[in-house]
C-alpha cells in the first residue's frame, strides 16, 4: 500500500472517530435530560441507536485481543450475517 493510500485512510478513520465523539456527547446529553425527566422518545430512540453502536465498536475491539484474532474476526464475521446479525459498526461501514 503506497503512503497516499495510507495516509487517506487515516484521514477518514480520524474523521469517523471525532463524528463518533460528537455523536457520543449529544448521547449523553440526552441521558441526562431522561434522568431529568425531559427527554423526547426520539431522542432516546437515537441515544439508545447509538449505545447500540457504541457496544458493536468495543466488541470487535475485544475480539481483537484474542489469540488468533485473524481468523476470529472474519469467522464470527461470516456467522454474523449468516445468522443476520450486524456486528459491525457504521462508523468503519463508512470507510
Known amino acids: 500500500m503506497n503512503t497516499d493510500k495510507l495516509q487517506k485512510y487515516i484521514l477518514k478513520l ?18 441526562m435530560k431522561y434522568v431529568e425527566g425531559t427527554v423526547s422518545s426520539e431522542d432516546m430512540e437515537y441515544a439508545n441507536k447509538q449505545l447500540n453502536q457504541v457496544f458493536k465498536s468495543l466488541g470487535l475491539g475485544v475480539l481483537t ?13 461470516k456467522k454474523a450475517k449468516e445468522l443476520g446479525i450486524d456486528i459491525i459498526p457504521n462508523w468503519y461501514k463508512k470507510l
Open 14 to 31: 480520524k474523521d469517523s472517530f471525532l463524528e463518533e465523539s460528537e455523536e457520543n456527547k449529544k448521547m449523553l446529553d440526552i441521558y
Open 65 to 77: 485481543i484474542l489469540p488468533f484474532s485473524p481468523i476470529t474476526i472474519p469467522y464470527v464475521i
